[in-house]
C-alpha cells in the first residue's frame, strides 16, 4: 500500500516557484530519501503534505485520505521534525514534550523519558538556552514520541554531531523495523545512501529522477577512469557517455548502457590502467545539477 | 475547541494580565483618590475648564464633563481604562497567530492533528478569558474606588454598571479588528507599534471627531461607539453605534475565520 501519493502537485507563492508537478509514491516501510540542494522544493513538498500551505494544483493522498481534507486525522498518525525548529519562548524542554504528547491520545511518558536519554537530552532545560544541536534533539524526540506510522524529517542530521548522527540513524533504522515509514529530506546524499531504500531527486521544484538506491547506483552509471599515452579524449565520445573530462593522459567519464562498447574501445587502446567503480550518489547528484 | 492548546495559550498569556490588572485597579485608584480634593472645590474648577479651548478639552475626553459628581468623574477614569483596554486587546489580537509565525512555532502546532479551526477557536477563546480577567478588574477596582473616596456624595451605580457592561464588546471589536489586520498584512514583526497605533489612533479620532470640520471616519472608532459622555448623558447606548461596533467585530471574526483556514503558514528560506 501507498503511504503518500502525490499527483501532479504544484505550489507557487505568488509568482515565485515552489515545485512544479511533482508526483511520486512512497510505499508502507519505506525510508524514502528526499534529495535536492536548497531551494529545491523538498520543504515545500513536507509542508504541502502537512497542509502547512495549500498546493495551487494537483494532489496529495496520506494513508490513502485526502492530505487537505483529512489533515487532522492523517497527522494523528504523523511525526514531523522541521528544518529550523524554534520553540515557545521560556519553555522548559519537558513542559514543550508533554504539550506535544498531549495532542495524541497516548501514555507517552515512559517513550519520552526513554527517547530523551537516548537522545542525551535535559528535560529540565529552558528552550531558549539550547544549542541549535540540543534544539535538534527536541525535535526528533517531540516527532517520535507519539509512535507515529509516518515520519517527516526534514534535514534532520544538521546541527548534530557525528556520534549523535549516528544515534538517530540507528534511531530511525530501529522505528523502520517496526514498520514506520520514512520520508527523510537532506541535501547531504551520504546520510540518504546510508539510510535510504529508494530516492527522488528534485531539482528547481521538480523531479528529476526517482530511483532505488541500487539501481541508481549500480545499473545507471559507472564511472570510468582509463589512463594511456596520447589518449584522445574524442574517441571516447560514445552515446550514453557524459562528464567527459581528460587530463595529463587520463581520460575520465560516467557511462550509462551497455559497458561492452567501452570495453571495445579501451581494447584498442595500450592503456597503462582502467578503472571502471560505481559512482558515489554525490557524483550522480552533481552530474543531475549540471 | 481543544483544552490543551486553550491552557496552552492562556498560560502564555498570564504574566500579560497581571501586568494590564496592576496597572489598570493602580490607575482606577490613583484617580480616584483625588476626588474628594475635587469634589470639594468643584464650581470652581468648572468655571475654570469652561475657560480652557475646547481643542484641550476634547482631547482628555473632558467636553461637558462635570466633575463634581462622582459619575461625571468616574467618565474621565473610565476613558483612560477604555485606552488600556484597547492596547491590551489589540495586543492579544495582532499577536494571536502573527507570533507563532513570527517565531516559527506555528509549524509545531498546525501539524498536530487539529484543525486549524480548532487552533484558532481555542486561542479566541483563551485571549478572551484573559481580557475576561482584566474586565473583571475594571469592575472590581471602578466599584472599591467609589466606595472608597465617594466623600458621602450621590451615585448613581446604574449608569455605572451601563459602562462597565460595554467593557467586553469593547474589546472583543480590538480582539478581532487586530486579529484580522495581522493576517491582512504581510508580516508583522512587534505587535507593540500595531495596537498602540490601534488603541491611540482610534482614541484621538474620537476625542477631536466633530471638533474640525465634518468627517464621518469617527464612525469607525469604537471609543466613540462607547463614548462614555454619551452614556452618562443618556443613560443608554447609543445604538445605532453599538450596533455598527458589533457588526466590525463580527466581519473581522468572520474574515479572521477564513483568511486563517485558507493561509499558507510562512516558513524560513
Not at chain 1, 541500487?214 to 560514445?238: I, T
Not at chain 2, 497581571?18 to 474648577?45: G, N, V, Y
Not at chain 2, 497567530?97 to 492533528?113: G, N, Q, Y
Request: charge should be neutral; include cysteine; proline fraction near 3%.
Amino acid at each position: 500500500m501507498s503511504i503518500i501519493e502525490v499527483s501532479n502537485l504544484t505550489k507557487y507563492y505568488g509568482k515565485s516557484r515552489g515545485i512544479v508537478d511533482v508526483s511520486f509514491k512512497v510505499d508502507e516501510g519505506e525510508i524514502f530519501g528526499f534529495i535536492g540542494p536548497n531551494g529545491a522544493g523538498k520543504s515545500t513538498t513536507i509542508r504541502l503534505l502537512l497542509s502547512l500551505i495549500y498546493p495551487t494544483s494537483g494532489s496529495a493522498k496520506v494513508f490513502g485520505k485526502d492530505a487537505i481534507a483529512n489533515g487532522p486525522e492523517i497527522r494523528r498518525n504523523i511525526g514531523y521534525l522541521p528544518s529550523e525548529v524554534f520553540y515557545y519562548e521560556g519553555m522548559k524542554v519537558i513542559n514543550l514534550l508533554k504539550y506535544s504528547a498531549s495532542f495524541y491520545n497516548c501514555d507517552c511518558d515512559q517513550r519520552m523519558h526513554e527517547l530523551s536519554e537516548y537522545m542525551e537530552l535535559e528535560l529540565n532545560r529552558r528552550i531558549d538556552d539550547l544549542s541549535y544541536g540540543n534544539k535538534k534533539k527536541v525535535g526528533i524526540v517531540q516527532g517520535l514520541l507519539h509512535s507515529p506510522k509516518l515520519l517527516f524529517l526534514d534535514e534532520p542530521t544538521a546541527g548534530l554531531d557525528p556520534l549523535m548522527q549516528r544515534k538517530f540513524f540507528d534511531l530511525i533504522r530501529k522505528e523502520n523495523t517496526r514498520g514506520v515509514t520514512v520520508f527523510f529530506s537532506s541535501h547531504i546524499l551520504g546520510e540518504v545512501q546510508r539510510l535510504c531504500n529508494r530516492v527522488g531527486i528534485i531539482r528547481e521544484g521538480k523531479i528529476v529522477e526517482i530511483s532505488d538506491i541500487r539501481s541508481l547506483q549500480q545499473n545507471n552509471y559507472k564511472k570510468v577512469h582509463v589512463m594511456a599515452d596520447n589518449l584522445d579524449p574524442a574517441a571516447f565520445n560514445l552515446p550514453g557517455v557524459t562528464n567527459l573530462q581528460s587530463e595529463n593522459g587520463m581520460v575520465r567519464f560516467f557511462f550509462k548502457g551497455d559497458i561492452n562498447a567501452v570495453l571495445q574501445k579501451i581494447s584498442g587502446v595500450q592503456v597503462d590502467d582502467v578503472t571502471i567503480e560505481e559512482p558515489t550518489l554525490e557524483e550522480i547528484f552533481m552530474h543531475y545539477y549540471e | 475547541m481543544n483544552a490543551n492548546i486553550y491552557r496552552h495559550e492562556f498560560r502564555m498569556r498570564l504574566n500579560s494580565v497581571i501586568i494590564w490588572s496592576i496597572a489598570i485597579i493602580a490607575i482606577t485608584l490613583i484617580f480616584f483618590s483625588i476626588f474628594p480634593s475635587f469634589a470639594d472645590q468643584a464650581t470652581l474648577l468648572n468655571e475654570t475648564m469652561s475657560k480652557f479651548p475646547p481643542a484641550l478639552l476634547a482631547a482628555f475626553g473632558m467636553t461637558g464633563v462635570d466633575l463634581s459628581t462622582i459619575i461625571g468623574f468616574y467618565s474621565f477614569i473610565f476613558l483612560f481604562a477604555q485606552v488600556c483596554l484597547a492596547i491590551q486587546a489589540g495586543n492579544y489580537g495582532f499577536g494571536l497567530v502573527s507570533i507563532e509565525e513570527r517565531e516559527l512555532t506555528a509549524d509545531f502546532l498546525i501539524s498536530k492533528p487539529v484543525s486549524r479551526a480548532q487552533i484558532l477557536n481555542s486561542k479566541l477563546l483563551a485571549a478572551f478569558t484573559s481580557l475576561t480577567i482584566t474586565n473583571l478588574v475594571v469592575w472590581v477596582s471602578s466599584f472599591a474606588g467609589v466606595m472608597l473616596f465617594r466623600v458621602g456624595r450621590e451615585f448613581d451605580s446604574k449608569t455605572m454598571v451601563l459602562l462597565l457592561l460595554s467593557i467586553v464588546v469593547f474589546q472583543v471589536f480590538f480582539l478581532s479588528v487586530g486579529l484580522v489586520v495581522s493576517l491582512l498584512v504581510k508580516r508583522i514583526r512587534s505587535v507593540t507599534p500595531y495596537s498602540l497605533g490601534l488603541g491611540f489612533g482610534m482614541y484621538v479620532l474620537s476625542a477631536f471627531s466633530g471638533l474640525e470640520g465634518v468627517s464621518n471616519l469617527e464612525l469607525i472608532t469604537a471609543f466613540k461607539h462607547f463614548d462614555p459622555n454619551y452614556i452618562i448623558e443618556h443613560g443608554a447606548y447609543n445604538t445605532p453605534l453599538v450596533l455598527l461596533n458589533v457588526a466590525i467585530s463580527v466581519v473581522s471574526l468572520v474574515a479572521s475565520y477564513w483568511l486563517y483556514i485558507h493561509r499558507d503558514i510562512p516558513s524560513v528560506v
